[in-house]
C-alpha cells in the first residue's frame, strides 16, 4: 500500500522557493547572547528583533541567580507541577508574580504559549463563549481550538464590531473577552477602558495576555490593567517570561478560586514538566532588578521615542504602534525579504512578518527596541532599512506623517 504522508509533506513549498531566492530569513544561527549586538557567521550584527525589551537576558545579576539554583535543586525538575515538579521556589515566584501583576494568586506554566492552552481549553464550557480579536497571539488561537466553546472573532481593536458582536450572545452564557495586552505584530494597546466598559454591559468577562506588556507598561511594567488603572475589572492576567523577564515561562494570575480551579483543570499544566529551577530563579531575579531600577522602563520608551521620530521623518509607515514594537509596513511580501536580506547582509537583523502571518498588503518587517540600544545604534539601523527602501523601491509613507 502507498504511504500518503510524504505527498501532504512534498506540497509545502513556501520555504524551499524563498530558500531558492537566497533570501530565507527564519532560524539564523546566533552565536552569541541575545544583547543588543549578536554574532551571525563571525559578523556583528545589530539585533533589532528581539523581545528583550528591557536587555536584561546577559544581566550578571540574573545569570549568577540562574547558576544558584543549578547548584541548589540541580538542572531539571523532572515531573509537572501536579506531582513532584513543585519547587519552594516556584511557589515563592508565584506569590510574588500575584504581587507584581495585583491579583490574589498566580499559577505558573512552562511556557507562555502553554498558558493559553491550558487556561483557554478548560475555563469555559459547551454553552459559553470566547471572544477574541482579531489580531490575538496564536496561541489564543489555538487554545480556543482546545475548547468545548464557541469561538467569536471582531475586528482589530475594534470596539463597534465587538459590541455588535457581543450584544446578541445568550444572556446566561458565559462570555469571556481574550485579548493581547500590546500586540505583537501591531504594537498598539488594546482599548481596554472601553472593553471593561462593554463587558460590564452585557456581563462578560475579560483575559489578557500581558506576553508584550510586561516590563514595558503599567507600574513597574506591570502590565496593561496596571497602565489602565482597571486591574479589579480583568479576571486572568497572564504573561511570559521569554521577553522582558528575561527566560522561559509563563503564568496565570487571578482570584483564589480560579486559580486553583487551573490548578485542577488545565492540561498543559497538569501533563507536562514543571520550569526548571534555574529559570524561576532567573525571572525572580529579573523583577528584582525591573522594580529596583525603574530607568530600564524610561530608557526603553526613550528608546522607542527616538526610534519612532527618526522613521517618521523617513516617511515610514509605522501603523498605529503605541509600543517598543515598531511594525515598518512594505505591504509586499517580495519586498519585506529582499530588504530583510539586504539589511542582515549590512549588519541589522529584523524579522520580516508575511502572508500567510498577516495579509501579503500587510507585510512589514518587525522591529522592536531594547533597553540598553544606544541612540547610535539606532541611527545606524534607520539609515541602513532607509538605504534599503531607496534600493528597493519601497515607497509606503506614514499617512498620519504626510498629513501634518
Ligand atoms: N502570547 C503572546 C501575545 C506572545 O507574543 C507569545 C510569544 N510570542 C506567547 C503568548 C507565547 O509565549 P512563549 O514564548 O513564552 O511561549
Redesign the pocket.
Known amino acids: 500500500m502507498d504511504k500518503r504522508l510524504q505527498y501532504k509533506i512534498a506540497q509545502f513549498t513556501d520555504a524551499s522557493a524563498i530558500k531558492a531566492k537566497g533570501l530565507y530569513p527564519y532560524f539564523r544561527a546566533i552565536e552569541s547572547g541575545q544583547d543588543t549586538e549578536v554574532i551571525i557567521g563571525g559578523k556583528r550584527v545589530l539585533m533589532f528583533g528581539s523581545?528583550s525589551y528591557l536587555g536584561l537576558t546577559d544581566h550578571p545579576k540574573i545569570k549568577e541567580a540562574a547558576k544558584k539554583a543549578i547548584d541548589k535543586y540541580g538542572t531539571g525538575c523532572a515531573g509537572s507541577r501536579f506531582l513532584n515538579g513543585t519547587l519552594d521556589l516556584h511557589i515563592e515566584l508565584e506569590n510574588r508574580l500575584a504581587r507584581y501583576v495585583n491579583k490574589e494568586a498566580a499559577i505558573l506554566f512552562s511556557?507562555?504559549?502553554?498558558?493559553?492552552l491550558g487556561v483557554l481549553s478548560c475555563i469555559t464550557g459547551r454553552n459559553d463563549y470566547l471572544i477574541l480579536d482579531e489580531q490575538d497571539?496564536a496561541?489564543?488561537i489555538d487554545g480556543c481550538r482546545l475548547s468545548f466553546s464557541k469561538v467569536i472573532k471582531y475586528a482589530h481593536n475594534d470596539m463597534q464590531d465587538l459590541l455588535r458582536k457581543i450584544s446578541i450572545l445568550p444572556e446566561e452564557a458565559i462570555k469571556l473577552i481574550v485579548v493581547?495586552g500590546i500586540f505583537?505584530m501591531e504594537g498598539d494597546i488594546v482599548k481596554l477602558p472601553e472593553i471593561v466598559a462593554i463587558a460590564e454591559q452585557y456581563g462578560a468577562n475579560i483575559m489578557i495576555?500581558d506576553?508584550?506588556s510586561l516590563g514595558v507598561i503599567g507600574h513597574n511594567g506591570s502590565g496593561t490593567a496596571s497602565h489602565f488603572n482597571l486591574t479589579s475589572e480583568v479576571d486572568l492576567i497572564t504573561g511570559?517570561?521569554?521577553k522582558s523577564l528575561a527566560s522561559?515561562?509563563?503564568f496565570a494570575a487571578g482570584d483564589h478560586a480560579t486559580i486553583d480551579y487551573l490548578k485542577h483543570q488545565a492540561r498543559s499544566l497538569i501533563f507536562s514538566a514543571s520550569m526548571p529551577p534555574s529559570t524561576v530563579a532567573s525571572v525572580l531575579a529579573a523583577l528584582d532588578i525591573i522594580e529596583a531600577e525603574p530607568e530600564r522602563i524610561k530608557k526603553l520608551w526613550e528608546n522607542t521615542d527616538y526610534a519612532n521620530k527618526l522613521m517618521l521623518r523617513e516617511g515610514f509607515d509605522l501603523g498605529l504602534t503605541q509600543s517598543p514594537i515598531l511594525p515598518i509596513y512594505i505591504r509586499d511580501n517580495n519586498q519585506t525579504f529582499l530588504v530583510t536580506k539586504y539589511l542582515h547582509d549590512q549588519g541589522v537583523f529584523v524579522n520580516p512578518v508575511v502572508s500567510p502571518a498577516v495579509l501579503p498588503e500587510s507585510s512589514l518587517l518587525r522591529f522592536s527596541l531594547m533597553a540598553t540600544h544606544t541612540f547610535v545604534q539606532i541611527e545606524e539601523a534607520v539609515f541602513k532599512i532607509s538605504k534599503s527602501f531607496k534600493k528597493f523601491g519601497v515607497t509606503t509613507v506614514n499617512e498620519k506623517y504626510k498629513a501634518v
Open positions: 523581545n511556557t507562555g504559549f502553554q498558558v493559553n497571539h496561541s489564543i493581547d505583537s495576555d506576553a508584550h511570559t517570561f521569554s522561559l515561562g509563563g
